[in-house]
């Protein structure tokens, strides 16, 4: 039977009387000429491309990743240290540290009272001692001997149903007289008297008895009642007040001042 393609039939074959068999063998192109079937079927060519000589390397694989940077150090050093000035801290008040008034002592009238201390009645007035031989600080007013521009108060009873009370004899001070208190800590302090008044009971005079609210001092007033007493109005008439200052505040020599020592 004829070849379809007698050209190249020719080219293969004598190519292939050149070629050398063996490892180092020029590609060789291998070309299957299918011969007609019955049927008028043409024929296929089918091409194979040889496998290439030696040994196949793989190519190399790239990194996919981006590799990080270095670690650097991030610790950010510490300031260096200031040395702080403290402020100073304000110097407390004596009288303040030293508690409450708990003890009043007049020599000269033989009172040795123990203190309470006392606010407001339920009508807003000034409370008083609950137990007659007691006096009574009132706790709206100034520490006895605190620099203040108010005064302090300690209230005490002229008498009692059963007798005579604690401040029974405080008419008899006269100017010059010394009284003592005692704090809680301890510490006392000595008051000179420098002033004694009577008042009609309704009629005390509120900023020199507690205070002006701008004259400032170390004060302490004493009040108790006098006069006649009003079966009534249950109340005596007038009120008396003995004024003093604490020892260090007044004078070495207190002298005495006319109408003032009754």
Not at 209 to 235: H, K, M, P, S, Y
Not at 252 to 260: K, L, S
Request: with cysteine; net charge negative; proline share 10%.
């Amino acid at each position: 039977m004829r070849h379809p393609y007698p050209a190249l039939r020719e080219s293969l074959l004598a190519r292939g009387s050149a070629a050398r068999c063996g490892a180092g063998s020029l590609v060789v192109w291998l070309t299957l000429l299918l011969l007609p079937v019955a049927g008028g079927c043409s024929a296929h060519r089918i091409a194979v491309v040889p496998e290439p000589e030696g040994p196949v390397l793989a190519a190399p694989r790239e990194p996919t990743f981006t590799p990080l940077p270095p670690a650097t150090a991030t610790l950010t050093p510490l300031p260096t240290a200031v040395a702080t000035e403290l402020a100073p801290s304000p110097t407390p008040d004596q009288f303040e540290a030293a508690g409450l008034p708990v003890r009043l002592e007049i020599p000269a009238i033989g009172v040795d009272a123990v203190v309470e201390h006392v606010g407001r009645q339920p009508a807003g007035e000034m409370d008083v001692p609950h137990v007659p031989s007691h006096v009574a600080w009132f706790n709206e007013s100034a520490l006895p001997g605190q620099y203040s521009h108010k005064t302090a108060i300690i209230t005490g009873h002229l008498d009692s149903p059963a007798g005579p009370a604690v401040f029974f004899s405080l008419r008899k001070l006269v100017i010059g007289d010394e009284l003592v208190v005692t704090y809680a800590n301890g510490d006392r302090y000595t008051f000179v008297v420098i002033e004694k008044e009577r008042y009609q009971h309704d009629q005390l005079p509120s900023q020199k008895l507690f205070g002006d609210g701008e004259t400032r001092g170390r004060r302490l007033n004493l009040v108790t009642c006098d006069g006649a007493w009003d079966r009534g109005q249950a109340n005596y008439s007038q009120r008396l007040v003995v004024y003093t200052r604490l020892r260090e505040s007044i004078p070495a020599a207190v002298t005495a001042a006319p109408g003032n020592q009754s």
